[in-house]
């Protein structure tokens, strides 16, 4: 068997880390297992669907890495085909018109609950043999609704939360279709999967009641549902369940924020999922190690700092050559053009930084103007040390353009003038780069533009 997943999001508003997490994991079992990832966009919801929101879904999707085999499909035109799959269960007796208003399923609900009863619809138009129908109202265009089986259970092995069974007699009798002719979500869900040959459903945890009512649906389209597994629910850092209305952030924030999209699979992966101890690791061991077995059963919560640490690790292990084109996207942002430096300078900060945007933030002295602090200039500038910048400006306007030229100068400056190494490194740091605290001042110097030192230190 071919492994078959999809992603099938609803577009009604944009894609944050929680959403993207029901999409990294059938992306990575399909990679994993040499299936098939398919996306599928859910927009039957009009209203309240936008473009905008499919095109952050793809963009997002893009920027992470999770390419999608076939689609993007989209509900909306798909109608016919659901159309034609409800007229199949009409003619096979598995669907049938109800009639029952708003108004009285309100009614219903409220005579329900007053009984201390589950709210639900009685199958008043539910045709069964020797049963009276109520006269049909004229005017009125009906739902259709699927005939739940009754009796038994509806079971299945999930791949999360293992064995789950739920009471046929606990599932009324679904809207599949509106009175406009509309189907609603479940049937499309099930349409979709059996025409995409769906083998594997991994998807949140929201979807575990739908799960009873889909295989039923399945089965009475005579097709066998897909493997289901059911992932625990991603929470933000206060313990709410994440989304927009609790803070949660585009996606394509991040990527704006500076974080590594290796980074943030390595993190996504590991808020459901783990492999032994491993924390760190690259997007291609996740896919040599991921199945379904090691997926976690209890909620997962989200820790920013956690995800800065992780984007630090792959930063620092990042090759100079690739990150620095990504450290010139957030330079271009700030109206800075690199040059063949930047590799090097990426190189030589790496280390200190957790997102693109902090190195880009020590790269931008190499570029433009800095301002350094009047606290830090009345700490280390004093009078006391203007003769030694003065005395190293003379020698490093002399010297060879390279680390043991730069450090030559730097040590001969510190002989005539008999001071110490951070005497002069630290005001040097600040005049040069804006901060006191920097990599080794030789290595700072050599990638900084020699006319461009020089003209800093003079304004000592």
């Not at 990679?31 to 963009?59: H, K, P, Y």
């Not at 820790?303 to 992780?310: H, I, M, N, S, T």
């Amino acid at each position: 068997m071919t492994v078959r997943t999809r992603f099938a999001p609803s577009p009604t508003g944009f894609i944050h880390l929680g959403n993207i997490r029901s999409a990294l994991y059938p992306w990575a079992f399909a990679r994993a297992t040499g299936g098939t990832f398919i996306l599928r966009i859910e927009d039957t919801d009009l209203e309240r669907s936008s473009q905008a929101a499919v095109d952050v879904i793809i963009e997002g999707m893009k920027w992470l890495g999770l390419d999608h085999d076939e689609g993007p499909f989209y509900q909306m035109q798909r109608m016919d085909r659901y159309k034609a799959v409800l007229a199949e269960m009409v003619a096979g007796g598995h669907v049938y018109p109800c009639y029952m208003s708003m108004a009285e399923l309100d009614a219903l609900r409220e005579r329900q609950m007053a009984n201390k009863e589950k709210p639900r619809y009685d199958g008043t138009w539910r045709p069964e043999p020797g049963k009276v129908l109520p006269p049909v109202p004229e005017g009125v265009k009906p739902v259709l609704r699927f005939k739940n089986p009754q009796g038994g259970v509806v079971a299945w092995d999930d791949k999360v939360k293992g064995l789950i069974e739920i009471r046929n007699d606990e599932l009324d009798d679904l809207v599949i279709a509106r009175p406009d002719g509309t189907p609603t979500y479940n049937f499309c869900v099930v349409v979709d999967d059996i025409d995409m040959a769906i083998t594997h459903v991994i998807r949140g945890d929201d979807h575990v009641n739908n799960t009873p009512r889909q295989i039923n649906i399945f089965r009475a389209l005579g097709k066998e549902p897909p493997v289901y597994a059911h992932l625990p629910t991603v929470l933000n850092e206060q313990g709410e369940k994440m989304s927009k209305r609790n803070g949660a952030k585009p996606v394509t924030q991040y990527r704006d924020e500076g974080y590594l999209p290796d980074a943030m699979v390595n993190y996504l992966a590991r808020l459901g999922w783990s492999h032994g101890d491993d924390e760190i690791f690259s997007r291609a061991q996740f896919l040599e190690w991921f199945n379904l077995d090691h997926l976690g059963r209890s909620a997962a919560q989200f820790d920013e700092a956690k995800l800065r640490w992780v984007n630090a690790q792959h930063l620092k292990a990042m090759d100079d050559a690739a990150l620095a084109p990504l450290v010139a996207e957030q330079l271009q942002k700030r109206g800075i053009t690199a040059d063949e430096r930047l590799p090097r300078i990426c190189g030589l900060f790496k280390d200190r930084c957790d997102t693109t945007v902090a190195l880009a933030g020590w790269a931008a002295a190499f570029y433009a103007d800095v301002t350094p602090g009047a606290e830090e200039l009345a700490q280390h500038v004093t009078d006391a040390i203007k003769p030694a910048l003065a005395t190293l400006a003379q020698k490093l306007a002399a010297c060879a353009w390279d680390k043991p030229g730069i450090s030559g100068a730097i040590k001969e400056t510190i002989a005539a003038h008999g001071i110490k190494m951070p005497q002069l490194a630290m005001p040097v740091r600040v005049l040069v780069m804006g901060t006191a605290q920097t990599p080794s001042l030789d290595a700072v110097l050599e990638l900084q533009n020699q006319q461009t030192v020089l003209a800093r230190l003079q304004n000592a």
